[in-house]
């Protein structure tokens, strides 16, 4: 089994800031990409940030100058560097992970349960 857990969530004021964690483990064979989504109540999914395995990142315009994505490969631990932060950045952040389990050919997406970010005004 593998499992993504996050924490580093929480209530914070505009402009200022949060740092979120996400740990895999597990069964992990490798590890192609990790990253972060969000979602705020009544909209998609969105894609906040993406490390890749080859070290490139790519951000969403929205936090691009604010946000940054980092990634600890010997931990299998990605973080999420939240700066000036907005209320428009309230949402619930989901880590995700792109990976082969032990027990598997193919790579799959793998996802954490969420944690709350709140900024407010």
């Known amino acids: 089994q593998v499992q993504l857990v996050e924490s580093g969530g929480g209530l914070v004021q505009a402009r200022g800031s949060l740092r979120l964690s996400c740990a895999a483990s597990?069964?992990?064979?490798?590890?192609?990409?990790m990253g972060w989504y969000r979602q705020a109540p009544g909209k998609q999914r969105e894609l906040v940030a993406a490390?890749?395995?080859?070290?490139?990142?790519n951000y969403a315009d929205s936090v691009k100058g604010r946000f940054t994505i980092s990634r600890d490969n010997a931990k299998n631990t990605v973080y999420l560097q939240m700066n000036s932060l907005k209320p428009e950045d309230t949402a619930v952040y989901y880590c995700?992970?792109?990976?082969?389990?032990?027990?598997?050919?193919?790579?799959?997406?793998?996802w954490g349960q969420g944690t709350q970010v709140t900024v407010s005004s």
């Open positions: 995700n992970a792109r990976l082969r389990s032990l027990d598997a050919n193919l790579y799959s997406d793998y």
């Open positions: 597990g069964r992990i064979g490798s590890i192609n990409a």
């Open positions: 490390h890749t395995d080859d070290g490139s990142t």
